[in-house]
């Protein structure tokens, strides 16, 4: 089986793309099963529901919804295995822009929205920086030289990756990112590790304490002047 993690920020286009890569997955002979992963609601397990494979929604709640990918990793291919699935595909929100949900043995993509701004690219992180594949959406909506200056921006952060432009509404791009899923290596039996270690948030914050002054807060702290601390126990 192969795995394919797609992640990007809410509203960048992830499902309508993954959609009408599905359909064209299909039409090759490939059965995905897709997993989506969000942080308290959605509705897309309803639109890949019409497609007519195995769905699962995994809701984090509280929880980062990358981390939460991250730690159910081993549930996610076991379901997909009983589901004789050929490709997983999990889509997970990457919200913080920080996070790195991409494992060693998966197609890495990042989807990611053009009207967010020139310099967005070289803001995002390991998000983009470790991704295999750069899907580029809404690019139909700019300019010709904001597609370029967008273009280059990725080739700065990510110069390995290969760049998708696609439209979820017309299906553009589909079919790239469908056969670089189809070449994908299968999952292998060594131990899989992440392509970059998650943010530092071992924190009072993380734990519920919604006082803010400084004096309350304990775990790893990063000042504003850059320094980074550990403090309690």
């Avoid at 942080?39 to 984090?60: M, Y």
């Avoid at 929100?93 to 009207?115: E, F, K, M, N, S």
């Amino acid at each position: 089986m192969k795995l394919a993690i797609i992640a990007g920020t809410p509203g960048s286009g992830k499902t309508s793309i993954l959609m009408h890569t599905i359909a064209y997955l299909r039409e090759s002979g490939v059965m995905p099963a897709v997993i989506k992963v969000d942080c308290l609601f959605t509705e897309d397990h309803a639109r890949f529901s019409r497609l007519d494979l195995p769905v699962r929604v995994a809701l984090s709640k509280d929880m980062c919804p990358d981390h939460f990918a991250i730690y159910n990793v081993d549930e996610m291919l076991s379901w997909a295995e009983e589901q004789h699935a050929d490709i997983l595909l999990c889509e997970t929100a990457g919200l913080c822009l920080r996070c790195a949900p991409y494992v060693d043995q998966c197609l890495a993509v990042c989807v990611i929205d053009v009207t967010a701004g020139p310099n967005t690219p070289i803001k995002v992180g390991p998000l983009l920086t470790t991704a295999d594949a750069v899907v580029t959406t809404k690019g139909d909506i700019v300019s010709q030289a904001e597609r370029e200056v967008f273009r280059e921006r990725i080739i700065e952060g990510n110069p390995r990756c290969r760049i998708i432009e696609a439209n979820g509404l017309s299906g553009q791009g589909a079919s790239e990112l469908g056969n670089m899923m189809l070449h994908a290596p299968e999952i292998g039996y060594s131990e899989m590790r992440l392509r970059h270690n998650a943010p530092l948030a071992i924190c009072t914050l993380c734990t519920g304490e919604t006082r803010v002054a400084k004096r309350y807060h304990s775990g790893v702290l990063r000042h504003i002047d850059g320094f980074m601390e550990y403090q309690g126990e």
